[in-house]
């Protein structure tokens, strides 16, 4: 049995008969029509209660079923506008598609910044480092987000992205590719979710242009220089946990966010290794690093600031972690021409220069990739013990003063 409503009752009563009638309302009729349905053309009609409440109502026939649509709001939407919209869902299902379901797709289509979160937490957990994920917000939020932000991911245009590389294009190479990646990862992820069908950061590397990609090389010191470096430390008055990371990280030539999170847990003192785990090696992998005796001996002091009460090695302030910038603070503030990065090319300067260990063997203690794949297959060895006999000669020219000879 069909329920038939009084509002159905009132649409078969005044329903026109004969061909349906095309653009016959006019804006005074609207406002002042009689309660009944009133075509419009497309399926559309305006509908007038009793109560002389008016709405606009549109049939259409949507893959075999009746269906009924909202074109607009009578008091939000002016007449020309409803049948535009008319027009368009008329269209919409005449070509096998449905005019509701694209409109609540419409609705649910994120804009640009609530994309770039989900993309976010997408990637996350795949860093190794904690910082790529705020590094990876803040340059969106600085360059992108104040242009499309609120714009929806379906609406993105590839000349919204030009606007916002174009100004960093040639003055700042390396922050315009890392911005153009992560606007053409959070785009990608939209053509995945279909909320559109093509990346527009696909089509904008000729209207660029080629960039001056000038490789940007790390401050670092000459090794002969290094020495006295430690020794400007030692004697400053930095606070004592930052004068011994600093001095840890020239030893172990380590990445100063490996020394940054080094655990108590990480260290054998007995084997005299560090064990860095993959969830921090830039390189994935695990990498054990050989301690010499003065890299031992600032763990014991160390230990002695905070009793080695919290897990990391190097804290201040009741076991808190170092900022990310402040061996690179510290380094400014006494006159040092290098950043804590740098000293790793100041070892490996050496190691090439001044001594006769084999290339893979101080490639190795960098802990650096290999980048030929057949040469990678058969190195399966991590070179531990020449790695330690290297870092141990590392140690003795930097105690040595070996510079002064030359």
Known sequence: MIHVTSTTRLLRKTKPKGRHPQKTLSPAFVRSAPPGRHADGNGSYLFVQPSGTRSRIQRLLVRGRRREL??????????????????????????????????????????????ALRVLEQKRDGWRNPNHSREWLSSLSRFAFPRIGKVPVSEVTSADVLEI???LWHRKVATAKRVRQRLRAVLEWSVAMEYRIDNPCDRIGP??????????????????????????????RALPAARLALEFLVLTAARWSEVRWAEWAEIDRSGRV?????????????HRVPLCGRALEILDAAQNL?????????????????HDGMLRRLLRRLGVAAVPHGFRSTFRDWAGEDTDHP???????LAHVVRNRVEAAYARSDLFERR???????????AQGSWDDA
Not at 93 to 105: C, I, S, T, V
Not at 309 to 319: E, K, R, S
Not at 388 to 398: N, S, T, V
């Open 165 to 167: 590389l174009t100004p």
């Open 388 to 398: 330690r006999l290297l870092m141990d000669d590392w140690a003795r020219y930097l």
């Open 70 to 115: 909202g074109p607009g709001s009578v008091a939000l939407v002016p007449l020309g506008d409803a049948r535009e919209k008319a027009l368009a869902n008329r269209g919409l299902a005449r070509q096998g598609g449905d005019p509701l379901a694209e409109k609540r797709r419409a609705e649910a289509i994120p804009t640009f910044a609530e994309a």
């Open 306 to 322: 905070e009793g080695g009460a919290g897990p990391l090695v190097f804290t201040h302030g009741g076991g808190k972690p170092f």
């Open 207 to 236: 209207v660029l242009g080629p960039q001056q990609d000038v490789t940007e090389h790390m401050q670092a010191l000459p090794h002969r220089e290094a020495a006295a470096v430690i020794r400007t430390v030692r004697e400053s």
């Open 274 to 286: 560090w064990t860095v785990p993959a969830r921090r090696a830039k390189t994935n992998p695990r």
């Open 359 to 365: 290339r893979e063997v101080i490639e190795a203690a």
